[in-house]
């Protein structure tokens, strides 16, 4: 062992005109409890018996196409130099105030499996919903009263035909088109 003591006042200044080397699988302590650094000349560990703690002043920058790895592969977060993904077999999205999702481009898509199945855009500033899969339907469900229900669907291969699953209430009258049928069994 070598034992360095500037009798606990001063720092250990170490000035080199090189890299400075430590073999492969040696790594450097710190304090009693274990927290190390270490090489095994492929990966380098760094571990901890608590948190890892990173300070900067500035941003942590992490390379196009390296990702950060939570557990095994199944949970990344990685980016391109363009786009961020990330993979998750689920992903919770837990705010203590709000979410706000701003997007740029006018558009926010569901996918399922790859497929487009909804998109929420701006139109001139109208939102437009849109079913993005030919012919299915967008549904409105909820629940009432403890039994799930079916309150309103928007069939899209009937053009867009709205069937109600109860009353539909108008507090500015009832408009109905040039030829529009209406049908009572009483």
């Known amino acids: 062992?070598?034992?360095?003591?500037?009798?606990?006042?001063?720092?250990?200044?170490?000035?080199?005109?090189?890299d400075v080397n430590i073999p492969a699988d040696i790594g450097l302590t710190f304090g009693d409890d274990g927290e190390k650094i270490e090489g095994d000349g492929t990966d380098l560990t760094i571990a901890s018996s608590a948190k890892i703690n990173l300070t900067a002043t500035s941003d942590i920058h992490i390379p196009n196409d390296v990702g950060i790895v939570f557990?095994?592969?199944s949970e990344k977060i990685e980016g391109d130099g363009t786009d961020l993904t990330i993979s998750a077999n689920n992903l919770t999205v837990d705010a203590a105030a709000?979410?706000?999702?701003?997007?740029?481009?006018?558009n926010l898509t569901f996918k399922s499996g790859?497929?487009?199945?909804?998109?929420?855009?701006?139109?001139?500033?109208?939102?437009?919903i849109t079913a993005s899969v030919q012919d299915k339907d967008i549904v409105f469900?909820?629940?009432?009263?403890?039994?799930?229900?079916?309150?309103?669907?928007?069939?899209?291969?009937?053009?867009?035909?709205?069937?109600?699953?109860?009353?539909v209430t108008s507090g500015a009258g009832l408009v109905i088109a040039d030829a529009g049928n209406i049908g009572s069994a009483s």
């Open 1 to 18: 062992d070598i034992t360095i003591d500037p009798h606990g006042t001063g720092d250990i200044n170490l000035t080199a005109g090189a």
């Open 71 to 73: 557990g095994g592969d």
């Open 98 to 106: 709000d979410i706000t999702l701003d997007a740029a481009g006018n």
């Open 114 to 128: 790859g497929t487009s199945i909804l998109d929420i855009s701006n139109s001139s500033s109208d939102a437009v």
């Open 141 to 167: 469900k909820g629940d009432d009263n403890g039994s799930a229900i079916t309150a309103l669907t928007l069939d899209m291969s009937e053009a867009g035909a709205a069937t109600f699953n109860s009353t």
